[in-house]
């Protein structure tokens, strides 16, 4: 099986910045597209950010130029850079994967267990 794990949320004030980790183990053959999306209460989970294998990168629109996606292929780990967080920031963000795992070479969709950003005016 294949187990994303999360850390770095936590309580921040507006302006500040916090850092995401999203690692990936298990039985992987190959990570295609890693992501991270936030549910607030009472809203739906939407995408913060996605990044390809090759390092194409999309985000919406009201994280761009405050939030960066990144990864390292070699650690299997997705990180997401928060900079001048807002109060509209705070959610449960999750980490998702596309991942050929070795025991069924195909293509599955994993999440992790979700963080805790808040971000306090």
């Known amino acids: 099986q294949v187990q994303l794990v999360e850390s770095g949320g936590g309580l921040v004030q507006a302006g500040g910045s916090l850092r995401l980790s999203c690692e990936a183990s298990?039985?992987?053959?190959?990570?295609?597209?890693m992501g991270w999306y936030r549910q607030a209460p009472g809203k739906q989970r939407e995408l913060v950010a996605t990044?390809?294998?090759?390092?194409?990168?999309n985000y919406v629109d009201s994280v761009k130029g405050r939030f960066t996606i990144s990864r390292d292929n070699a650690k299997n780990t997705v990180y997401l850079q928060m900079n001048f967080l807002k109060p509209e920031d705070t959610a449960v963000y999750y980490c998702?994967?596309?991942?050929?795992?070795?025991?069924?070479?195909?293509?599955?969709?994993?999440w992790g267990q979700g963080t805790q950003v808040t971000v306090s005016s």
């Open positions: 998702n994967a596309a991942v050929v795992a070795t025991t069924t070479l195909t293509n599955g969709d994993y």
């Open positions: 298990g039985s992987i053959f190959r990570i295609n597209a």
């Open positions: 990044i390809t294998s090759r390092g194409s990168t």
